[in-house]
């Protein structure tokens, strides 16, 4: 009989969820958030213990797995959470808070919230430059895709100005993207962007855009299709992995997320990057791209307060 995926106990029994995260956020035992100590933790006994609660003898405080974690301060149980994790880093184009609500048995504004923490944990810390892994000379794509509503700009028939902007580079050995809302398409806007996340010993693909004219100044080459040309594809010479990229990041706004603020888009532009970089086709099934997303919820705690400030 097939068996789902959500069958597993951790997404029905509390303390079998906090064994659960335990074991892939402290493989080798539990570890104080308060003073880094490991060595004098016991686990608190007792019927009134709240589950998964540890007490360390060296600084004599008390702790649990999501102390410091996108998951602390949240009265949603722990497997609850899981299950959220599971979802939204499963579902190709996203999972609506709506959805996420009705599934889970949330209100409407924890299913919000709790979709922009697992977001936040979905975001990658590593800041390596693109297209120069491993001592090789790689490929990268940069383009632009316009989605929404610019925020205070009238809407014009035709351009993108009063829509919103996102830069997304692509490197094309690795795999892997990294995108980033931008303000304008200026030079002065993305050429600090490309130095900043790509190795200079890259060769960058672009279409033949003005704000990329200094571009060979600071990679290796730089190569451009002219697409005003209806030239697309010359050699290995293309910007086709990047679009790709776009048309999924579109589908999955359009059909699933209607409406975003551009003070979330970076968000959205996360869990999107998330899912192409934890992909089945570089051999990330469901399961390891829940435990990757797991892993990130360290050191990022995120509030409601900061989610709504944050411009
Ligand atoms: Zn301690």
Redesign the pocket.
């Known amino acids: 009989m097939a068996k789902s995926v959500l069958s597993a106990k951790h997404f029905h029994d509390e303390e079998a969820a906090y064994a659960y995260l335990e074991d892939k956020i402290w493989p080798e035992g539990p570890i104080?958030p308060?003073?880094s100590?490991f060595e004098r933790i016991s686990k608190m006994q007792g019927k009134a213990t709240r589950i998964g609660l540890y007490k360390?003898y060296?600084?004599r405080?008390q702790f649990r797995v999501t102390v410091g974690t996108v998951f602390e301060y949240s009265h949603v149980p722990l497997n609850i959470w899981l299950q959220a994790v599971a979802l939204l880093t499963s579902s190709k184009k996203g999972i609506s808070s709506n959805q996420l609500h009705r599934t889970l048995g949330v209100t409407l504004k924890t299913a919000w919230f709790m979709s922009h923490r697992i977001r936040e944990a979905m975001r990658d810390g590593t800041l390596a430059p693109m297209g120069g892994s491993d001592g090789t000379f790689g490929n990268v794509e940069a383009d632009e895709t316009f989605i929404g509503r610019e925020p205070g700009v009238e809407k014009k028939r035709g351009g993108y100005s009063h829509k919103m902007k996102v830069l997304s580079l692509v490197d094309r050995e690795a795999k892997q993207v990294r995108s980033v809302v931008i303000n304008d398409l200026t030079a002065e806007t993305i050429m600090p962007i490309l130095e900043e996340n790509i190795a200079k010993e890259a060769s960058l693909m672009t279409d033949e855009a003005g704000q990329y004219n200094s571009a060979g100044d600071k990679f290796i080459d730089h190569q451009t299709v002219n697409h005003s040309q209806e030239e697309y594809v010359r050699g290995d010479v293309h910007t086709n992995t990047v679009e790709g990229y776009f048309s999924i990041f579109k589908r999955g706004m359009r059909g699933i997320y209607q409406h975003c603020a551009k003070k979330h888009l970076h968000r959205y532009l996360t869990e999107f990057d998330f899912r192409y970089n934890n992909r089945i086709r570089l051999g990330v099934d469901d399961m390891a791209r829940a435990e990757n997303a797991l892993r990130g919820i360290v050191g990022k705690r995120l509030t409601y307060r900061t989610i709504n400030s944050r411009a």
Do not use: E
């Open positions: 104080c308060h003073c100590g360390c060296q600084c405080k």
